[in-house]
């Protein structure tokens, strides 16, 4: 499930490749307009910054990009824009890129929710991912920001490993994290329209189902605190239950949610406001508030010789290969080094090979006939250690074991070199065929792409 929880698992990072970097010469930036909205209200007088993830170390301060010269206003935290009555900003092009592959994010604090005249929610904060500067920059003159609870929950769950505070989203700036910054925002668009700030019901590419119920739900949880005075106003109130006297406004209540899911479901849930502002929600208390893409659609016409899931294991679409889906932690890796096909049937193109996801994961899949019969191919490539007994690890489907002590070297023979693993598996009562990498001996379990037929 495409987490992408993200509930990032702390994996071993390493750098297997340099990350594509932009230039380290400042971009100048183009006027940006969006709107702010706490529910159904709008919010005026927020203070709008615009903010690009440091690299002084994962969850270290961010950036302020904005010129306090041309806004005129600023504090400790940088140089900010007003929301008018509407909720509606307007940010100038008076702003720089650090440079164009630095991660940018839209954060709204305070302002009036619909309160009365003169008053102001101080526990108020919603934020949306924005991607890379460039790609910010290129769509600048048609894009609306959204600035919501939804863009709030989805950017803050997919975010998580990399945020300790509401001005503080940062990598540690090595390769193997800046890549992992990238991809991170990258997939919060899959899961939000950020030009609405509403949940999406599946992928832009239709390849998989957002779990829009429980992001709504989630944002009602924030929207009951975001739709009051705040915490100072009530020791018992939303806010109050919401933050739990660890967390200072709604977005750092968010990040804490996102990195214990299952803590606090039931008392959470009972703050959806009866008039619940972002619809379809839960029904019921879930088990945890995970986030993850889940059940790729799978084609319609696929006969018993074909492969109904083909996914590209931590990168992108590559040939019949969906982008990378279906799965719930870990992190990914890549490699521009060429990796040997020889020796495998029916190899997978060798961009699959070149990425992974590692660390303690899973995949799952559904949609398919319960305790119907598939054949499952898992692809590797030993992309980093270059000797066996250097990476060692388990991996189970449904449940039952089908790779115990796996060596990806001594099995292909070598490092960069693809290997195919295949076994017959049943899907579930439910329909479902899950994967899970691990436990691991040595260093992390990892994979390169997953076909089932």
Same mark, same amino acid.
């Given at each position: 499930?495409l ?6 698992? !702390? ?23 969006? &709107?702010?909205?706490g ?35 600023? #504090? ?15 940010i ?5 890129c ?61 975010? *998580?490993?990399?945020?300790? &505070?509401? $001005? ?11 890549? +992992? ?5 990258? *997939?919060?668009?899959?899961?939000? #329209?950020?030009?609405t ?26 929207? *009951? ?21 660890t ?7 968010m !990040? ?13 849930f ?22 993850? !893409? ?20 931590? &990168? ?11 799965? *719930? ?30 660390? #303690?994961?899973?995949?799952?899949? &559904?949609? $398919? ?10 692809? $590797?490539s ?48 439910? +329909? ?7 436990p ?7 994979? #390169? ?5």
């Amino acid at each position: 499930m495409l987490v992408l929880s993200l509930l990032l698992l !702390l994996g071993g990072c390493r750098s297997l490749a340099p990350a594509t970097s932009g230039s380290g010469v400042a971009t100048a930036g183009k006027p940006l307009r969006g &709107g702010v909205h706490g529910g159904s209200q709008p919010v005026a007088g927020a203070h709008i910054y615009l903010l690009a993830a440091g690299t002084g170390g994962i969850g270290s301060a961010s950036v302020s990009l904005l010129d306090p010269a041309s806004t005129g206003t600023s #504090d400790g935290h940088g140089a900010y824009v007003v929301s008018d009555a509407n909720g509606a900003f307007t940010i100038t092009g008076d702003y720089q890129c650090p440079q164009a592959d630095a991660m940018v994010y839209v954060l709204a604090t305070g302002g009036n929710p619909g309160l009365g005249p003169g008053q102001a929610n101080p526990d108020l904060a919603l934020m949306t991912g924005m991607g890379s500067c460039q790609a910010m920059l290129a769509n600048a003159a048609t894009i609306n920001i959204g600035v919501t609870e939804v863009t709030t929950a989805v950017t803050v769950n997919q975010i *998580s490993r990399y945020m300790s &505070g509401t $001005f503080r989203v940062a990598s540690d700036g090595s390769a193997a994290e800046v890549q +992992g910054i990238a991809a991170a925002f990258a *997939s919060i668009p899959q899961m939000v #329209d950020i030009s609405t700030g509403m949940a999406r019901t599946t992928t832009p590419d239709g390849s998989a189902t957002v779990p829009a119920s429980t992001i709504n739900s989630l944002a009602d949880i924030l929207a *009951s605190c975001v739709n009051s005075a705040g915490s100072a106003s009530s020791s018992n109130g939303p806010c109050s239950q919401l933050e739990q006297g660890t967390a200072s406004d709604t977005a750092e209540a968010m !990040l804490n949610i996102a990195n214990n899911p299952s803590q606090d479901v039931g008392s959470l849930f009972d703050l959806v406001p009866a008039a619940s502002p972002y619809q379809p929600t839960l029904s019921a208390p879930p088990t945890d508030f995970t986030l993850s !893409l889940s059940d790729p659609v799978l084609p319609t016409n696929c006969s018993p010789n074909c492969f109904a899931v083909q996914v590209n294991a931590g &990168g992108p679409a590559v040939g019949p290969y969906a982008a990378d889906v279906g799965f *719930s932690g870990g992190w990914v890796a890549s490699t521009s080094a060429p990796i040997a096909l020889d020796g495998v049937p029916d190899p997978a193109p060798m961009e699959v090979y070149q990425t992974e996801r590692y660390g #303690d994961c899973s995949y799952s899949f &559904g949609n $398919f006939v319960p305790g119907s019969a598939h054949l499952v191919r898992l692809h $590797f490539s030993e992309n980093y250690w270059t000797s066996s007994g250097q990476r060692i690890f388990s991996v189970s489907i449904n449940g039952t074991p089908v790779l115990r002590n796996f060596d990806i070297v001594a099995q292909a023979g070598g490092p960069l070199r693809a290997l195919v693993q295949t076994f017959v598996v049943s899907a579930d009562n439910q +329909g479902g065929i899950s994967i899970l990498l691990g436990p691991t001996v040595l260093d992390e379990p990892k994979v #390169d792409g997953i076909e089932i037929e």
